[in-house]
């Protein structure tokens, strides 16, 4: 890039562009480079996307998506286009980019849900590219405010251990492997004696694939 300018390098010609460094300018620059590159093939323009409404494009994404994904996933790419998708428009760029900045300004849904939702969406909108439905994918995200964590002291986790281990010992145990490893409460439960191995544990991810040991 010059500045803040995106700048293009095409079989040796370096190229300046008028598009900003930006998710949306990057986007358009790498059709920019499509269409150069089909020019000097001599392919022509690209071919104009196949005219469907979103609701048919939908039912295609599913059955080809969805394979071999986790119920609660497809749970919640379902929620996101039921509540959020106009399935009898037509499914155009200005469409669902206009019902994404809908769900951009929903003020009763917390800014984590709205990125939760158009996360699904953006995931549609790119198959919707390579299947040919669009040519270019909206993006259009929401920033979620910073939270602050507040940790226990050293102290006050030290009282809770106390006080688990009063209320019951096998209780008390797994609250100070909690807190003195920072181990989430499924994977504690999910511990077997073989995961066990010196001064480490191996722990199983999402998966079910092993992962690096934990002190």
Aim: glycine share 6%; net charge positive; aromatic share 8%.
């Amino acid at each position: 890039t010059d500045s803040d300018r995106l700048c293009l390098y095409f079989r040796g010609r370096k190229v300046y562009t008028k598009l900003h460094n930006t998710r949306a300018g990057i986007v358009m620059a790498e059709e920019q480079l499509n269409r150069m590159w089909r020019e000097e093939e001599g392919l022509g323009k690209p071919a104009r996307p196949k005219r469907v409404t979103i609701g048919a494009a939908w039912a295609e994404f599913e059955a080809d998506w969805f394979v071999g994904k986790e119920p609660k996933t497809i749970l919640y790419y379902r929620t996101a286009a039921r509540q959020c998708l106009t399935m009898t428009a037509a499914l155009t760029q200005t469409d669902l980019d206009s019902d994404m900045q809908r769900v951009k300004r929903n003020d009763r849904l917390a800014p984590a849900s709205r990125e939760i939702y158009l996360r699904a969406l953006r995931t549609f909108a790119r198959w919707a590219v390579k299947r040919g439905h669009l040519t270019t994918a909206p993006d259009v995200r929401v920033k979620a405010p910073e939270k602050r964590i507040e940790t226990f002291t050293n102290d006050e986790l030290s009282r809770i251990v106390e006080t688990a281990h009063r209320y019951d010992r096998e209780f008390g145990a797994l609250i100070e492997l909690l807190a003195a490893t920072g181990l989430r409460i499924h994977e504690a439960l999910e511990l077997r004696w073989e995961d066990l191995r010196g001064d480490t544990m191996a722990l199983m991810s999402k998966d079910g694939k092993r992962r690096e040991n934990v002190p």
